[in-house]
């Protein structure tokens, strides 16, 4: 099953950008950009309106953190990149774990 099609996945985009937008304290114009700028990739429905899911909403408040950190949008992109490379290297790196530990047990 795809984590879009799960009703309750924090990665189902259900948030229509008017809701967003008061759920973050973001305005409408902000999120587009950010989107732009490729900070958030929110879902599209078929007629292209913007859905965003929990994680999106999580995302963008720590846009929002970093911004008013004093970072400008190109260093919050990257900031997010670096997070989400060291997300992804975490999780290989516990399935990593698992297949050795799987492995001994055998042996």
Do not use: K
Not at 15 to 21: G, L, T
Not at 68 to 94: F, K, M, P
């Amino acid at each position: 099953m795809n984590p879009t099609d799960d009703p309750f996945s924090v990665s189902r985009g259900v948030y229509a950008i008017s809701v967003a937008a008061e759920l973050t304290g973001i305005g409408v114009q902000s999120l587009r950009l950010y989107e732009r700028h490729g900070l958030v990739q929110p879902e599209r429905t078929d007629g292209g309106t913007r859905r965003y899911s929990a994680a999106d909403l999580d995302r963008l408040r720590r846009v929002s953190e970093l911004l008013a950190e004093g970072i400008n949008l190109a260093g919050v992109a990257r900031i997010l990149a670096l997070q989400d490379a060291n997300d992804a290297l975490t999780e290989a790196n516990a399935r990593l774990e698992d297949t050795l530990d799987a492995q001994r047990e055998e042996d």
